[in-house]
C-alpha cells in the first residue's frame, strides 16, 4: 500500500490534497483510482466504463479526472499540474503547468467565471461524490483549459479536448438521458484537425484517432466521412505491412485491432445495442 496517501476503506480510491498555483488555495481534493480495484471497458466511443467489484464501492472514475480549486477554478488531470507537499518526504513540488496557461488564468478570472455560467456549483461541488452539475462543470473548465493549450500552441491540445468532449458526451448522456449531438461534433472536429496536422502523441495514437472518428461520424450519420476513415486504416495496414515485410520489429498487432473494431462496429451500427455507453459490447 502507498503511503503518500489517505486511504478511505472499501474506497477504491485515493485522495491527495492539493494547492492551488493560481491562488494558493491549499484544500484541493486529488482522487486516483488505486491499480486492480474497479475493473474497466472501454465503450464503443473507448470511454473506460466501471465494472462492479465485490471488494470495493463502485465509483465512476470518469468523474473524478479533472481535479479543481473551487476558488478560481483552476482546473487539471494530473497532481503535477498542481503544487504539493509529498507526505512521505516533506519535499514540496510546484506546478508543471505551461507558464502561458498560468498566467492566463491568472489574468482572466472573468472569461474563467463565464465557462461555468450555466452550472450550480459550490465549494463542495468537486469533492467525492460531485454532483452531476461538479462533473458537467469540471469537463467545461477542463475543455476551456485545453483550448488554451491549442491557442498557446501546446502540442495534442485538440487530442485532449477531444478526449474530454468524448467524455462529457458520455456523461451528459448518463445523468439526462438525451443524445447531445453537440459534443460529438465538436470532438469529431478536434479530431479531424488532429489527424490533418498529425498531432497524436505517439504513433500509435493515429490509429485510435481514425476509430474514433469512424465511430462518432457513424453515430452522427455521417457514413461518408466513416467510410473514409475506414480507408485511412486499410491503407495505414497495407503501408506498415509493406514496412514489416523487409523490417521484423514492425508490429501489426496495433493497427489490425483498430482496423477490426473499426469495421465490425460499421457492421453492426444498425444494432442498437452497440450504442448503449454505459454497457460496452465486445467489438474485437
Ligand atoms: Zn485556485
Redesign the pocket.
Same mark, same amino acid.
Do not use: T
Given at each position: 500500500m502507498e503511503k503518500d496517501a489517505t486511504q478511505i476503506p472499501t474506497s477504491p480510491l485515493l485522495v491527495f490534497d492539493l494547492e492551488?498555483?493560481? @491562488? !494558493?488555495?491549499v484544500k484541493?481534493k486529488n482522487y486516483a483510482l488505486k491499480a486492480k480495484t474497479l475493473p474497466s471497458r472501454p465503450n464503443v466511443f473507448e470511454v473506460p466504463v466501471y465494472e462492479e467489484s465485490p471488494k470495493f464501492s463502485h465509483v465512476d472514475f470518469n468523474e473524478l479526472t479533472q481535479t479543481v @480549486?473551487y476558488?478560481? !477554478?483552476?482546473t487539471g488531470s494530473k497532481k503535477s499540474d498542481f503544487n504539493y507537499v509529498d507526505p512521505h518526504t516533506q519535499s514540496r513540488s510546484y506546478s508543471e503547468a505551461n507558464k502561458k496557461i498560468i498566467e492566463h488564468w491568472q489574468k482572466n478570472p472573468k472569461e474563467i467565471e463565464n465557462v461555468l455560467m450555466d452550472c450550480f456549483i459550490n465549494a463542495s461541488s468537486f469533492t467525492h461524490p460531485r454532483t452531476s452539475e461538479g462533473v458537467i462543470a469540471s469537463y467545461k473548465l477542463a475543455i476551456y483549459k485545453a483550448g488554451l493549450e491549442i491557442l498557446y500552441k501546446i502540442p495534442y491540445g485538440n487530442f485532449k479536448r477531444a478526449k474530454l468532449y468524448i467524455k462529457l458526451y458520455y456523461l451528459h448522456n448518463m445523468y439526462y438521458k438525451n443524445f447531445n449531438k453537440e459534443y460529438l461534433i465538436k470532438a469529431a472536429e478536434d479530431l479531424e484537425e488532429v489527424f490533418r496536422t498529425s498531432d497524436f502523441p505517439e504513433k500509435s495514437y493515429e490509429f485510435e484517432v481514425c476509430y474514433l472518428l469512424v465511430a462518432i461520424n457513424t453515430r452522427l450519420g455521417e457514413d461518408g466521412k466513416a467510410g473514409s476513415y475506414i480507408k485511412a486504416l486499410d491503407q495505414s495496414k497495407g503501408e506498415l505491412a509493406g514496412k514489416a515485410k523487409d523490417n521484423p520489429n514492425i508490429n501489426l498487432q496495433d493497427i489490425n485491432k483498430w482496423l477490426s473494431k473499426a469495421k465490425n462496429l460499421w457492421q453492426s451500427r444498425t444494432d442498437p445495442e452497440v450504442w448503449k455507453l454505459e454497457k460496452p459490447l465486445n467489438l474485437f
Open positions: 492551488c498555483p493560481i @491562488c !494558493f488555495n484541493i @480549486c476558488h478560481c !477554478f483552476y
